[in-house]
């Protein structure tokens, strides 16, 4: 299969099983049909941590990084952290029995995730719809209060309890691996 994702007539851009991925709005619209508490607050678009933080004010909880990496066999991992974290790649790998990672392309998030560079997102899980995208996320996130992430773009920012993220995981079919990090 091709790394490039295919687009309608209109422009909008194919998921791996041929589908279109799901808009913002639709997300947001299944978190409420699955009895999924959230807050969303709009902002300027933000690509990194640094710009999250310097336009975020005072959202209460978490907040996240998220990495979309794939090892030299293809298999794909979205692997979400805190976003102070430092993430040594190698470690990540082993310790998740991926191998050695890189970063996925643009064109594999999109086909994969249908989200691009900036929007990175574990509730971007709901287009994984083949599969293909193992997650996993650091125990730390788990404890604590509301989760801050994009829904699945990033001019937004959706406030989502630890426990209802990991529902709306199972809902879509994906388990989660939780990563404990030693400092």
């Known amino acids: 299969m091709s790394e490039r994702p295919m687009q309608t007539m209109d422009g909008a851009r194919l998921l791996a099983d041929g589908s279109p991925a799901m808009t913002p709005d639709a997300l947001l619209d299944r978190l409420t049909a699955e009895g999924i508490a959230h807050h969303t607050v709009e902002h300027p678009p ?28 293809g298999g794909m991992w979205l692997v979400t952290v ?14 998740l029995g991926a191998g050695r990672f890189s970063f996925g392309s643009p064109d594999r998030l999109m086909l994969y995730l249908g989200v691009v560079p900036g929007s990175v997102t574990p509730l971007a899980l709901v287009n994984d719809v083949t599969g293909a995208v193992t997650f996993a996320i650091d125990s730390v996130l788990l404890e604590g209060g509301p989760l801050n992430v994009h829904p699945l773009t990033n001019d937004r920012t959706t406030a989502i309890a630890p426990r209802d993220l990991l529902r709306f995981c199972e809902a879509t079919g994906h388990g989660v691996q939780v990563l404990t ?3």
């Open 46 to 73: 933000v690509f990194t941590v640094e710009e999250a933080r310097a336009l975020r004010g005072q959202l209460a909880g978490s907040h996240c990084k998220n990495l979309f990496l794939r090892n030299k066999k």
């Open 82 to 95: 805190e976003e102070e974290r430092r993430v040594d790649l190698k470690d990540l790998g082993e310790r």
């Open 181 to 183: 990090f030693h400092e």
